[in-house]
């Protein structure tokens, strides 16, 4: 596995692959790797001749008073998974690396960004797809795969993609989960055991919508009042959002509905944020 923490040596690096006809997939990360992420590289493996992983904890994309600083990082055992899982260049640049002295430009998705995540933290998208294009600058793979936890990210890379005439393909793979239920995320590290025990209420509340629509119900409303009744019962749970949106367009989705809608949840566990999703697809 080649280290590499120079984007210049990584960009020299993948046009010698492509030279060589090689198909390449990237896997962007902010590493404290899991087995969400090792299910996104394990993709990358199966798809592509060579595999190229990022680690970057991109600040960029955390808003002030956010978890920049305390963000988990665990570089040399990430390392060690990235090898075992068969990763053939591991990316691992510093700030000053991607944003040297002068850097001064911003990518933004309008309309796709604007709700949910995007409207609870200001700016989080323009940071994430800048510096997924400057990732994708660099590596030029034939695709690139995200996991669908962060289901708006995945889509608001979509639209960049295909905005910006970009040549590759976005894969976007299922969300990974405890065998609890609770989907697997970096942040949940930060959970105390009294927190990491109500976060389930997450699990729970999508699964409780699920049902529901299985037996008939169609009104968002009721979904979304059923949810947030439902979350409340933990008293360490402060809700953030609970929405329900068109599943393509990410806009408020009609009362009653007959497309599939996006339940997206973001609640926060004392200083920990936590964001889950699932796709209501009415039969
Ligand atoms: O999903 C993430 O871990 C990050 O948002 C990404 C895509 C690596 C960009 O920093």
């Given at each position: 596995?080649?280290?590499?923490?120079?984007?210049?040596?990584?960009?020299?690096?993948?046009?010698?692959?492509?030279?060589?006809?090689?198909?390449?997939?990237?896997?962007?990360?902010?590493?404290?790797?899991?087995?969400?992420?090792?299910?996104?590289?394990?993709?990358?493996?199966?798809?592509?001749?060579?595999?190229?992983?990022?680690?970057?904890?991109?600040?960029?994309?955390?808003?002030?008073?956010?978890?920049?600083?305390?963000?988990?990082?665990?570089?040399?055992?990430?390392?060690?998974?990235?090898?075992?899982?068969?990763?053939?260049?591991?990316?691992?640049?510093?700030?000053v690396e991607l944003y040297p002295g002068g850097f001064q430009t911003k990518v933004s998705v309008a309309g796709l960004a604007a709700g949910l995540c995007g409207a609870a933290r200001p700016g989080h998208f323009d940071g994430v797809c800048t510096v997924v294009l400057k990732l994708l600058n660099l590596v030029h793979p034939d695709l690139a795969i995200f996991g669908s936890k962060d289901f708006q990210q995945l889509q608001v890379i979509r639209a960049m993609v295909r905005d910006l005439h970009l040549d590759l393909e976005v894969v976007g793979m299922p969300i990974v989960r405890e065998e609890d239920g609770l989907a697997m995320s970096s942040r949940n590290a930060y959970l105390s055991p009294p927190e990491r025990a109500q976060s389930l209420a997450l699990v729970e509340a999508l699964r409780l919508a699920e049902a529901m629509v299985e037996v008939g119900e169609r009104n968002t409303e009721s979904l979304r009042e059923a949810v947030i009744s439902h979350i409340q019962t933990r008293?360490?749970?402060?809700?953030?959002?609970?929405?329900?949106?068109?599943?393509?367009?990410?806009?408020?989705?009609?009362?009653?509905?007959?497309?599939?809608?996006?339940?997206?949840?973001?609640?926060?566990?004392?200083?920990?944020?936590?964001?889950?999703?699932?796709?209501?697809?009415?039969r």
């Open positions: 596995m080649h280290i590499i923490d120079s984007a210049s040596s990584l960009q020299e690096h993948c046009r010698g692959h492509a030279r060589d006809g090689r198909s390449i997939a990237f896997v962007p990360t902010m590493g404290f790797l899991h087995d969400g992420h090792l299910s996104l590289i394990e993709e990358g493996r199966r798809r592509a001749e060579i595999l190229v992983v990022s680690i970057f904890v991109n600040p960029l994309q955390f808003g002030e008073g956010e978890d920049l600083d305390s963000y988990p990082r665990a570089l040399e055992r990430d390392g060690e998974l990235c090898r075992q899982a068969g990763v053939d260049v591991l990316f691992v640049p510093n700030s008293e360490l749970a402060a809700i953030d959002y609970v929405e329900l949106v068109d599943a393509a367009t990410l806009e408020p989705s009609p009362v009653v509905f007959s497309a599939p809608v996006l339940l997206a949840l973001a609640v926060r566990f004392g200083s920990t944020r936590l964001i889950d999703n699932r796709v209501l697809a009415p």
